[in-house]
């Protein structure tokens, strides 16, 4: 089972597969590493480029494009001479990967990563404070959309109808919004869910700038209570809060900027949703 190839030779890999005698395995999709050395499809890690034809215009003004071509040879020699069967932890990264590429696979799978269960769990009462606590959970990087958040969090700082969250193991230098230590470990695999039931989180932002092939933290935000929040270039994000009641797919953050400044974002609210 290849999980990701980043850093080693195609030809290495097939050697020691052979001498193993074997032929046949799996190919794991954790990202889009075998269509572009941008695994993001990120085009100059500023916004979701859908992988274009190699020679299009658009992989011609990415810093990965050069690469691009050597990247797609390499994880070809794997396709051509193992018996490999794709499988994706959701249908949309299996479409993205068949649609941005040439490998030709032995099988198809989609084997989703976790799954939403009725529980007889009872979720904390909620005090009705009137307070929106919208959170964003997990690593404060760029590509995840950190900054739309803390720009939201300076905007609407002083508004009384909102406060914001992040739950995270550190703490980020100048953010407004506060900070609840939160981290996942092998033994608190649900601390993160833990903690938006806890402090009656209304809403997340999970509004990733490129294709999430899973995100765990969209389903531990659902089944702790909590509308998820995201874009429309977020892969399978976007598809599970179009789901059912998870949450809501804005067209970008202006968007979400106006619900803000609207209220139209408070129907998201627990109570509301009950």
């Known amino acids: 089972a290849i999980h990701n190839m980043l850093g080693h030779s195609s030809r290495d ?39 274009p034809p190699a020679d299009s215009p658009a992989c011609s003004i990415c810093v990965y494009g050069d690469w691009r071509r050597a990247q797609v040879r390499e994880h070809r020699l794997l396709f051509d001479r193992l018996e490999l069967t794709v499988a994706s932890p959701s249908a949309v990264a299996l479409e993205t990967w068949r649609a ?52 939201l969090a300076a905007r609407f700082a002083h508004d009384p109808r909102y406060a914001f969250i992040h739950l995270a193991s550190t703490p980020v230098a100048g953010s407004l919004a506060k900070h609840h230590p939160v981290t996942v470990t092998a033994e608190r695999p649900f601390a993160m869910r833990q903690a938006l039931e806890e402090l009656s989180i209304d809403a997340a932002m999970v509004w990733s700038l490129c294709l999430e092939t899973f995100s765990f933290v969209s389903y531990e935000a659902a089944s702790a209570g909590v509308a998820v929040v995201t874009g429309p270039d977020s892969g399978n994000v976007a598809v599970f809060a179009g789901q059912g009641e998870h949450g809501v797919v804005l ?24």
């Open 100 to 151: 941005g590429g040439s490998l030709d696979a032995q099988a198809e799978v989609v084997a989703p990563l976790a799954r939403l269960v009725p529980t007889a769990r009872v979720a904390a009462a909620v005090e009705p404070d009137g307070v929106f606590r919208f959170a964003f959970p997990g690593t404060p990087s760029v590509h995840k959309g950190w900054p739309i958040f803390r720009d």
């Open 251 to 274: 067209p970008d953050e202006h968007q979400l900027e106006a619900w803000f400044e609207s209220g139209e974002i408070l129907k998201l609210a627990r109570t509301r949703r009950n």
């Open 13 to 51: 890999v097939n050697d020691i597969v052979r001498a193993g005698g074997m032929n046949a395995g799996y190919f794991w999709l954790h990202d889009m590493g075998s269509l572009c050395v941008g695994i993001h499809l990120l085009r100059n890690d500023v916004e979701n480029c859908g992988a």
